[in-house]
């Protein structure tokens, strides 16, 4: 506990300082008891506090101005102020301050003021904040030179008046309800733009000045009609058309009826887009465009009438038969009908100028079973009218034609065709079928099938025998060409131990071999030649050709027309030849003085030499070298001897012969 020492002073000193004393005190007891409770609005309920007072020098300011107290009541003293009064409680550290800066948003605020006055004192106040925010607006422009105001009610805020300049030299001042009345003005002048200006106002003594917002304005005196420049179908249910009109004045769509009456389709818009229905466009759908007045939704001008093209096709033999309903819009000097152009796929196929004419076949080079999409286009005047695709898949009754010339070789050892295909009621995608025979007179079973004019025939060994074909062509509406003529591979074989023989039957349709050569390549030494060999079916090499010991052959039939037909490799292959003589007599005279081994298609040679009982006497590898009759340099009996001759031919094949000989002296 603090003591506290009293001094003696003088007693109306004393006195003065006691009574002031006591009043802070209670001051302060009042204050700290009521800020206990801090729930209390003390603007409304003062609970036993005394009324202070202040005075604001404005009670309505604007936003980022200074709110100034400018008088206090002369009974308040100790004052303090809270300029954002949060209407709980009292606050604990008010300010002395007597002008505030502070606020950063619109609104009203209290002001509370703690004082005393004979004992605790509360006053408040309530100050308004005023928002310095621009009125935001547009301009509506009508036909006459009228424009109209339209403010955003949302940024009319809360203003006591509005000032609009009109541009022109003209300044009105509106009330709210004026403003939100969209305020109008007529042009007299012959300017072509004018800037208009709107600001928000605030009366006396509010004296801040908030932002000027403005528009640049070009009168509308007549606006030219607007266009429709182009409609298409893009679905079923879906129509799209871009136009063109007015960048001032807004344009509504309207469509027809079924009672023929044009209605607002509800889409509106300006200068040019496009505007897309959901509709049944697989009808006729016709359409409107009418300037919509800003000012009295005026019935204003209006566009031609433009009206969809619902376009059908159908498939006959070889053709396609297109038809729609005459164009329907409105046709006039100045907006004439043009023409009908018919595009298949990316590309025109036909003109159609007549307006009542509503009918086109299309009989240019339709194959069966391909899909032909279809689109009719229309000029009226500056607008083009697009109809949705219509499809159709080219139909024939008719059979193809016959194939033209067919060729069969053999490539790889497989017999390879190539076909002139039929070129009357054919299609893009078809089928050729092979069929295959042993002979020329049949029976021919299918081996195959191609989208292809060509066909390799892989399950035929073209070295075991000839092959005869037959194709038809199935075309995509299913209908089947005649079997074409006969064509069989060329098989080149032998027929004899030492000759070449191949088959007659034709490699070319239509029409027969007019010659045949026969290629002849080496095995050895890979050389090749051609012999010419006419008509003939059947050749002989030469037996005496030393170097024909084995080759590879084959034929080369020609046409009339000089196509070319091949056969089969073949292989000719001719055993080593070899002779011994039964006997020599080696007695110097000249004559069969040696035992000499002759022979020919032989590249390596051994020869031996055994006497009666088995033993090697004589041996050498040299060719042109015989046994002499001599053994160790020593004459030889008289008698019979065996020898063994081993070969080895150009072909790496190995030949023994053995036999008995006799030395006569």
């Given at each position: 506990m603090r003591i506290l020492r009293m001094w003696?002073?003088?007693?109306?000193?004393?006195?003065?300082?006691?009574?002031?004393?006591?009043?802070?005190?209670?001051?302060?007891?009042?204050?700290?008891?009521?800020?206990?409770?801090?729930?209390?609005?003390?603007?409304?309920?003062?609970?036993?506090?005394?009324?202070?007072?202040?005075?604001?020098?404005?009670?309505?300011?604007?936003?980022?101005?200074?709110?100034?107290?400018?008088?206090?009541?002369?009974?308040?003293?100790?004052?303090?102020?809270?300029?954002?009064?949060?209407?709980?409680?009292?606050?604990?550290?008010?300010?002395?301050?007597?002008?505030?800066?502070?606020?950063?948003?619109?609104?009203?605020?209290?002001?509370?003021?703690?004082?005393?006055?004979?004992?605790?004192?509360?006053?408040?106040?309530?100050?308004?904040?005023?928002?310095?925010?621009?009125?935001?607006?547009?301009?509506?422009?009508?036909?006459?030179?009228?424009?109209?105001?339209?403010p955003d009610q949302a940024t009319l805020g809360q203003y006591d008046k509005y000032e609009v300049y009109w541009g022109d030299g003209v300044r009105e001042q509106k009330t709210r309800a004026e403003m939100a009345a969209q305020p109008t003005h007529t042009y007299t002048g012959a300017g072509s733009s004018y800037t208009v200006t709107v600001q928000g106002l605030y009366n006396a003594p509010v004296a801040c000045q908030p932002p000027v917002e403005s528009a640049l304005i070009r009168p509308v005196s007549t606006p030219s009609a607007p266009i429709i420049n182009e409609l298409t179908v893009k679905s079923d249910n879906s129509i799209s058309l871009k136009y063109q009109s007015d960048a001032t004045i807004p344009v509504q769509l309207l469509q027809k009826d079924a009672s023929g009456i044009f209605t607002a389709s509800g889409q509106t818009g300006t200068g040019s887009g496009t505007f897309t229905v959901q509709t049944d466009a697989k009808q006729v759908q016709c359409f409107q465009l009418q300037y919509q007045d800003a000012c009295d939704n005026s019935v204003g001008i209006k566009s031609e009438q433009v009206c969809s093209l619902v376009l059908e096709a159908k498939a006959g033999n070889?053709?396609?038969?297109?038809?729609?309903?005459?164009?329907?819009?409105?046709?006039?000097?100045?907006?004439?009908?043009?023409?009908?152009?018919?595009?298949?796929?990316?590309?025109?196929?036909?003109?159609?100028?007549?307006?009542?004419?509503?009918?086109?076949?299309?009989?240019?080079?339709?194959?069966?079973?391909?899909?032909?999409?279809?689109?009719?286009?229309?000029?009226?005047?500056?607008?083009?009218?697009?109809?949705?695709?219509?499809?159709?898949?080219?139909?024939?009754?008719?059979?193809?034609?016959?194939?033209?010339?067919?060729?069969?070789?053999?490539?790889?050892?497989?017999?390879?065709?190539?076909?002139?295909?039929?070129?009357?009621?054919?299609?893009?995608?078809?089928?050729?079928?092979?069929?295959?025979?042993?002979?020329?007179?049949?029976?021919?079973?299918?081996?195959?099938?191609?989208?292809?004019?060509?066909?390799?025939?892989?399950?035929?060994?073209?070295?075991?025998?000839?092959?005869?074909?037959?194709?038809?062509?199935?075309?995509?509406?299913?209908?089947?060409?005649?079997?074409?003529?006969?064509?069989?591979?060329?098989?080149?074989?032998?027929?004899?131990?030492?000759?070449?023989d191949w088959t007659t039957g034709s490699p070319f349709s239509p029409g027969n071999v007019a010659s045949y050569s026969l290629e002849v390549v080496d095995s050895v030494n890979n050389i090749s030649k051609t012999i010419i060999l006419g008509g003939n079916t059947h050749y002989e090499p030469d037996p005496n050709d030393p170097n024909l010991q084995s080759q590879q052959y084959r034929v080369v039939a020609q046409s009339a027309d000089g196509v070319i037909s091949y056969s089969n490799f073949f292989t000719l292959r001719r055993d080593p030849k070899i002779f011994a003589p039964d006997a020599f007599t080696p007695n110097g005279d000249g004559v069969n003085d040696t035992f000499l081994i002759r022979g020919t298609f032989f590249d390596k040679f051994r020869l031996t030499i055994f006497s009666r009982w088995g033993e090697v006497i004589f041996t050498t590898t040299d060719r042109n070298q015989g046994w002499d009759g001599t053994i160790n340099g020593q004459p030889a009996n008289a008698g019979q001897y065996m020898y063994r001759v081993e070969v080895i031919d150009f072909t790496d094949q190995k030949t023994v012969r053995n036999g008995a000989l006799l030395l006569v002296r």
């Open positions: 003696p002073i003088e007693i109306g000193v004393k006195a003065r300082w006691l009574s002031a004393f006591w009043t802070g005190l209670f001051l302060v007891i009042g204050l700290v008891a009521q800020a206990q409770d801090p729930n209390n609005n003390y603007c409304v309920d003062r609970k036993g506090t005394a009324e202070g007072g202040f005075t604001l020098e404005k009670d309505r300011i604007c936003l980022g101005e200074t709110v100034r107290i400018t008088a206090v009541q002369p009974n308040v003293v100790n004052a303090g102020y809270n300029y954002e009064y949060s209407g709980k409680g009292i606050p604990l550290t008010p300010t002395n301050l007597v002008t505030y800066s502070g606020y950063t948003k619109p609104g009203s605020y209290t002001i509370i003021q703690v004082g005393s006055a004979g004992s605790g004192s509360i006053a408040c106040k309530v100050v308004t904040v005023l928002a310095v925010d621009p009125v935001k607006f547009t301009v509506k422009l009508c036909s006459g030179r009228k424009a109209v105001i339209v070889k053709q396609n038969d297109l038809s729609w309903q005459a164009y329907a819009g409105s046709t006039s000097a100045s907006n004439t009908f043009r023409a009908y152009r018919i595009y298949k796929g990316s590309g025109q196929a036909g003109t159609v100028p007549n307006r009542t004419t509503t009918a086109y076949t299309d009989n240019n080079k339709i194959e069966c079973g391909v899909q032909y999409c279809y689109s009719l286009e229309a000029t009226v005047g500056q607008t083009i009218i697009k109809s949705a695709q219509a499809c159709v898949t080219g139909t024939n009754t008719e059979k193809p034609g016959n194939f033209g010339d067919i060729l069969v070789t053999v490539q790889n050892n497989h017999p390879f065709l190539i076909a002139a295909l039929p070129t009357t009621n054919t299609s893009t995608s078809y089928t050729m079928t092979i069929s295959r025979a042993s002979s020329p007179s049949g029976p021919f079973q299918v081996v195959g099938t191609t989208s292809k004019n060509t066909f390799t025939d892989e399950s035929a060994d073209a070295s075991a025998g000839s092959y005869c074909y037959q194709l038809t062509y199935q075309n995509n509406c299913g209908q089947v060409s005649a079997p074409s003529e006969t064509v069989c591979s060329v098989f080149l074989s032998s027929q004899s131990p030492t000759g070449l």
